[in-house]
Nanobody, 127 residues
Framework: QVQLQESGGGSVQSGGSVKLFCGAA?????????LGWFRQAPGEKREVVAVIAKDGRTTYADFAKGRFTISQDFDKNTMYLAMSNLRPEDTGIYSC????????????????????WGQGTQVTVSS
């Protein structure tokens, strides 16, 4: 089974920036109908951060609008999440996910719709 692999997490101070990377086997990113970033804070349920369709259409959670940018590069088989103006409440494990098995007219924000996941990368924002 093809897996996704996140990188780029780490510790940053409040107001700082971090860029996350989600890599996969050759062509896998381009063959996914939808890609997304999700996060899980300590003691909380996993929630959507942003999703991106194959044609580039994006959807963001309210907390991410204006601060986070999701993008994809098919040539590099990589999806990105650029995060700026980070806050302590952004702390959590960030995971990338893909919908590969079923074509979608629009990318859902519900995590149960995503059939392939990475292991996650920790982002810690200190005040």
């Amino acid at each position: 089974q093809v897996q996704l692999q996140e990188s780029g997490g780490g510790s940053v101070q409040s107001g700082g920036s971090v860029k996350l990377f989600c890599g996969a086997a050759r062509g896998y990113i381009a063959n996914s109908y939808c890609l997304g970033w999700f996060r899980q804070a300590p003691g909380e349920k996993r929630e959507v951060v942003a999703v991106i369709a194959k044609d580039g259409r994006t959807t963001y959670a309210d907390f991410a609008k204006g601060r986070f940018t999701i993008s994809q590069d098919f040539d590099k088989n990589t999806m990105y999440l650029a995060m700026s103006n980070l806050r302590p409440e952004d702390t959590g494990i960030y995971s990338c996910a893909a919908i590969v098995g079923v074509m979608r007219a629009a990318c859902p924000t519900s995590q149960v719709e995503y059939d392939t996941w990475g292991q996650g990368t920790q982002v810690t924002v200190s005040s």
